[in-house]
């Protein structure tokens, strides 16, 4: 059991641990940061980096020894690095107001694992997903686990709140190619569908797999080719970061190839 009584840290709805985590949630601004503790021996350029995105977000970090923050969190997996938060708040998608720069958008859909959420995210931030349309759903302290399993970028990526139809209804409105993914004969060869300069990637999640839902809603159903005959399909977060990068690549999505970092 985790001892947090030195520091009220029981009191926080979410404590996210790692640098990386917290870097996210310092920058995207997503959720209110109520206390932020760092480690006093961390080495210079990190402390510099963390004193510069608590400045910009208006949060004081309290120093720490290392012990005292082994001691709050109850293990020594937290990089140094701790923050009480609040949960966030994700807008619906009817309320969004700056959608004409959008080009690629991801509606995700029964996700339940939250690092498999925080997997699928971390590879739709970094192949240059726009916004990410996620089912309803409350996540509660668990979104600390997609934070740090996101490196962060669950704390970064554009997201809003809406259920599939609604969602692909608002994409093709806005004159968005609607895409999906199955294993399955008819379906276009990754390989050879056509892109267009808007797209849409539906993404369904392992237990109920692709519904009837996300292929009638997709204007086409990809298949991604398999090295060899077999019955295992690809899990979410594999499938998922294969078509991402695919439509990255294929549809010119050009940003930079830096870091792998790790918290």
């Known amino acids: 059991?985790?001892?947090?009584?030195?520091?009220?840290?029981?009191?926080?709805?979410?404590?996210?641990?790692?640098?990386?985590?917290?870097?996210?949630?310092?920058?995207?601004?997503?959720?209110?940061?109520?206390?932020?503790?760092?480690?006093?021996?961390?080495?210079?350029?990190?402390k510099f980096d963390l004193k510069d995105a608590a400045w910009r977000a208006g949060v004081k970090i309290e120093w720490r020894k290392r012990p005292d923050l082994d001691n709050m969190t109850g293990d020594k997996q937290h990089g140094g690095v701790l923050a009480l938060a609040g949960l966030r708040s994700d807008p619906a998608l009817g309320e969004l107001t700056e959608t004409d720069n959008l080009r690629f958008v991801v509606v995700l859909d029964g996700v339940e694992d939250p690092y498999s959420y925080g997997h699928c995210v971390r590879a739709f931030y970094t192949a240059g997903v726009d916004l990410?349309?996620?089912?309803?759903?409350?996540?509660?302290?668990?979104?600390?686990?997609?934070?740090r399993a996101s490196g962060g970028c669950s704390e970064l990526i554009n997201t809003a709140v809406a259920e599939v139809q609604p969602a692909a209804d608002w994409c093709r409105e806005r004159g968005f190619q609607i895409l999906t993914s199955a294993k399955t004969d008819v379906g276009v060869s990754l390989f050879d569908v056509e892109f267009g300069p808007k797209n849409c990637l539906l993404v369904g999640g392992e237990k109920r797999g692709v519904t009837r839902s996300f292929l009638t809603a997709a204007d086409k159903v990809i298949s991604i080719p398999y090295g060899r005959k077999t019955e295992v399909s690809l899990g979410t977060v594999a499938a998922g970061s294969i078509l991402a990068y695919e439509v990255m690549r294929r549809a010119g999505i050009v940003g930079s190839s830096t870091g792998s970092e790790t918290d």
């Open 1 to 46: 059991m985790k001892n947090t009584a030195t520091t009220g840290t029981e009191t926080a709805a979410v404590r996210l641990e790692g640098r990386l985590s917290v870097m996210g949630a310092l920058a995207g601004g997503r959720r209110k940061i109520e206390r932020l503790f760092v480690d006093r021996a961390m080495d210079e350029r990190r």
């Open 132 to 147: 990410l349309i996620r089912s309803p759903r409350e996540w509660g302290p668990a979104e600390a686990t997609i934070a």
